[in-house]
C-alpha cells in the first residue's frame, strides 16, 4: 500500500502539484520541500526539509530535539 502512495505522490510532484502532507511516518518525508512539525497544536520546526531531516527524526514530546 505505501508503494502505491510513493508512486502516486511521485506522479503529482512530476506534473508539478502542490500538496499538502501529513504524515508520521519518516519516509514520506523525501517528497517534501518544506517541513512544519507540530507537537499538540504547536509549530516546533518549520524549514526546508534538507535541513530539519535530521532534527524532524530526533524530535521528541514537548518539542524537543
Known amino acids: 500500500m505505501e508503494q502505491a502512495l510513493?508512486?502516486?505522490l511521485?506522479?503529482?510532484?512530476d506534473d508539478g502539484v502542490t500538496?499538502?502532507?501529513?504524515t508520521h511516518r519518516q519516509s514520506l518525508v523525501e517528497f517534501?520541500?518544506?517541513v512544519v512539525?507540530?507537537?499538540n497544536?504547536?509549530?516546533t520546526?518549520?524549514?526546508?526539509?534538507?535541513r530539519l531531516t535530521?532534527?524532524?527524526s530526533r524530535v521528541r514530546p514537548g518539542g524537543r530535539s
Not at 511521485?10 to 510532484?13: A, N, S
Request: aromatic residues 0%; positive net charge; glycine residues 14%.
Open 32 to 34: 517534501a520541500h518544506r
Open 19 to 22: 500538496l499538502i502532507l501529513s
Open 41 to 43: 497544536g504547536m509549530k
Open 54 to 56: 535530521g532534527k524532524v
Open 10 to 13: 511521485d506522479t503529482l510532484r
Open 45 to 50: 520546526h518549520d524549514g526546508p526539509r534538507d
Open 37 to 39: 512539525v507540530l507537537d
Open 6 to 8: 510513493r508512486q502516486g
